[in-house]
């Protein structure tokens, strides 16, 4: 199938759309839908927004001018992905553009959900519409690249995260100095605080071992971009942690990942043992609290952990110029890894540090 300059055109102001919903959809796909007229005039469009709100055609049809209602039976529609074909939250978008019979539907990508998978697109067509699939497929499906890792392998996408010092060490303390409480260790300055939490908040869960939970006390929220936080989860099957922890009381929503199931200090417990392995870990997280993508956000035995079990999708590390001279070793950065596809940038500097953002080897978007 080859798609018109205009077409493409229109998917991409789709997609743009789509990512505006980027903090808040998941679990959800981010989807953007884009309503053109016969004269190539966009008259309508939507994104999803959030978990159990509208879905995008639904907000693209409510933004059409009483002026443009009569434009619709002629129009385009441009989705990014499949329309759905099942009452869920809200009701099925398939029904909706068949109800309207527009001339044309062009999709970007499939939903590999079993709910719709394909039945959308026959919806449509046996009502007669022209649908075309695959507009901008690749991209599109490298944007909703943690909802199709969720819908294949059923669990969650997994970032891992850190900063160390040019001479690649995480804290600069010695060991005796590393003590509950004492706090998080600055590797890199100020500046790339704003960066960190657009990490932080373009993920749905938050990891971190019980370790660095009691020496550095992190609060693991989201303060210099205007997102939601992610949940917390709490590493910590030996029950390490204290019931006092300041991470208990902030974080009602925090899922406490413990050894057996006798915890009383989450409301949320999740029963994990070391050698069940991180794959079970990731499994449980995402059949049992809906986790869609994860940051891991440390210490270096988790992060190594998530390393030599190859349960990780993307790698996101600041390094400062600054050396340290001896502490706490850094996660040896893995030899094969690949850039980010379509001309996203896999580094860059911000202030004095720089960042590397490069996935595991088995994602090549192309
Ligand atoms: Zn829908």
């Not at 199938?1 to 808040?24: H, N, P, Q, V």
């Not at 939970?213 to 992190?218: F, G, L, R, W, Y």
């Not at 349960?311 to 950065?333: H, M, Q, Y």
Request: with cysteine; proline share 7%; charged share 20%.
């Amino acid at each position: 199938m080859t798609f018109s300059a205009a077409d493409i055109r229109f998917m991409r102001t789709a997609m743009k759309l789509a990512e505006r919903g980027k903090y808040t959809a998941a679990p959800n796909p981010l989807v953007g839908c884009v309503i053109v007229s016969a004269e190539n005039q966009i008259i309508g469009q939507g994104w999803h927004q959030a978990f159990g709100g509208p879905h995008a055609e639904v907000e693209a049809f409510e933004s059409i001018a009483m002026d443009d209602q009569a434009a619709l039976t002629q129009s385009t529609w441009y989705v990014t992905l499949e329309p759905c074909n099942h009452v869920g939250k809200t009701p099925a978008c398939a029904a909706l553009i068949e109800r309207i019979r527009p001339k044309r539907v062009v999709i970007g990508t499939r939903d590999s959900n079993p709910e719709v998978a394909g039945g959308g697109i026959d919806c449509l067509r046996e009502a007669g519409i022209q649908v075309e699939v695959g507009c901008l497929a690749n991209e599109l499906a490298w944007q909703n690249r943690r909802f199709f890792w969720n819908a294949n392998e059923k669990r969650p996408w997994v970032v891992l995260k850190w900063a160390e010092s040019i001479d690649g060490f995480m804290d600069g303390r010695p060991r005796e100095q590393r003590l509950p409480g004492s706090g998080g260790f600055p590797i890199t300055s100020e500046t790339s605080q704003a960066l960190t939490h657009d990490w932080r908040a373009l993920e749905q869960g938050i990891a971190v071992g019980a370790g660095t939970a009691i020496i550095d006390s992190p609060q693991l929220n989201v303060r210099s971009v205007d997102a939601p936080s992610p949940q917390i989860v709490l590493l910590d099957p030996d029950g390490r942690v204290p019931s006092h922890h300041p991470l208990f009381q902030r974080n009602i929503d925090l899922i406490h990942v413990v050894g057996d199931d006798s915890d009383k200090n989450a409301s949320r417990g999740l029963s994990w043992q070391v050698e069940e392995g991180l794959d079970v870990l990731l499994e449980r997280l995402f059949s049992q609290h809906h986790l869609s993508s994860l940051l891991v956000e440390g210490g270096a035995a988790v992060l190594n952990d998530f390393l030599n079990q190859g349960t990780w999708n993307e790698i996101k590390r600041w390094t400062s110029p600054v050396p340290t001279d001896g502490g706490l070793s850094a996660p040896r950065f893995p030899e094969r890894t690949v850039p980010l596809p379509y001309g996203q940038a896999s580094s860059g500097k911000l202030g004095a540090d720089s960042w590397e953002n490069r996935l595991h080897p088995r994602h090549l978007f192309d």
